[in-house]
């Protein structure tokens, strides 16, 4: 052998779960869809989910209406402000620091229930 080059086998440990990039954003987007739909569980009819955001020193709460995710390591909000403005929230995995919450329904809007929709796009891929 005449490259320094060593090659060592790979060896797979029985029993240990594999490890599927648990830091990449997409791990952080499907936990937040387990979370969320386990806060929706507490809803009344005329709340949604919210969240109340901390950035650039002040605060905003918007009212969620989907999640996005960008491997390695964004993740996207989107959503309604109070007065029903659209709002797009980009942040990387690291600074993500979100606390849910009960808001109600903007005036003449359905109350959006994003949990089971954002389960069933994952499918049978997101286990609790």
């Known amino acids: 052998m005449q490259n320094n080059e060593l090659t ?3 060896q797979v440990m029985p029993g240990l779960p594999e490890i599927n990039h648990l830091n990449y954003a997409k791990a ?3 936990r937040l869809i387990l979370y969320i739909v386990d806060f929706e569980k ?3 009819e ?3 989910v919210g969240a109340r955001l901390v950035s ?3 605060s ?3 009212h969620i209406d989907n999640l996005g995710y960008w491997n390695p390591s964004l993740i996207c909000f ?3 402000d ?3 403005r659209e709002v797009q929230l980009v942040q990387h995995i690291s600074q993500i620091s979100i606390l849910l919450m009960k808001v109600p329904r903007i005036a003449d809007c359905k109350p959006v229930r994003i949990g089971f929709k954002l389960q069933q796009a994952c499918g049978s891929e997101l286990a609790s």
Request: hydrophobic fraction near 30%; charged fraction near 35%.
């Open 8 to 10: 060592m086998p790979i």
């Open 28 to 30: 952080f987007y499907d």
């Open 42 to 44: 507490g809803l009344k």
């Open 46 to 48: 005329d709340e949604e």
């Open 56 to 58: 650039f020193g002040e």
């Open 60 to 62: 905003m709460e918007i």
């Open 78 to 80: 989107y959503g309604r």
């Open 82 to 84: 109070n007065n029903g």
